[in-house]
């Protein structure tokens, strides 16, 4: 499975900005689907992830303001991000995982500042 991210950029505090993952190669063998990200100086985290049937869960610092998406036919995952603050700049990493193996995509990055 090879992950391909886009979507990041600049952005003012309370903006807005959508990332997407398209993955490819053996699709149908994906369970979940999930963005993490690094900020500087701390280890990568969860931000938001969404499994097969549609279940999905959010770090406490994100809930109400992301939201996680999935289309399993076209093998994609986006990530909504409303009223972004400087607490959300980090790399995005968009993730998927098979019933042995997880994958990366390359991270994005987003930058929340004035």
């Known amino acids: 499975v090879q992950l391909q991210a886009c979507g990041g950029g600049l952005v003012q505090p309370g903006g807005s900005l959508r990332l997407s993952c398209a993955a490819s190669?053996?699709?149908?063998?994906?369970?979940?689907m999930a963005w993490y990200r690094r900020a500087p100086g701390n280890q990568r985290e969860s931000v938001a992830i969404?499994?097969?049937?549609?279940?999905?869960s959010y770090t406490d610092s994100v809930k109400g303001r992301f939201t996680i998406s999935r289309d399993n036919a076209k093998a994609t995952v986006s990530l909504q991000m409303n009223s972004l603050k400087p607490e959300d700049t980090a790399v995005y990493y968009c993730y998927a995982d098979t019933i042995s193996t997880p994958f990366w995509g390359q991270g994005t990055q987003v930058t929340v500042s004035s």
């Open positions: 969404v499994s097969r049937g549609g279940t999905t």
């Open positions: 190669g053996s699709i149908f063998l994906i369970n979940n």
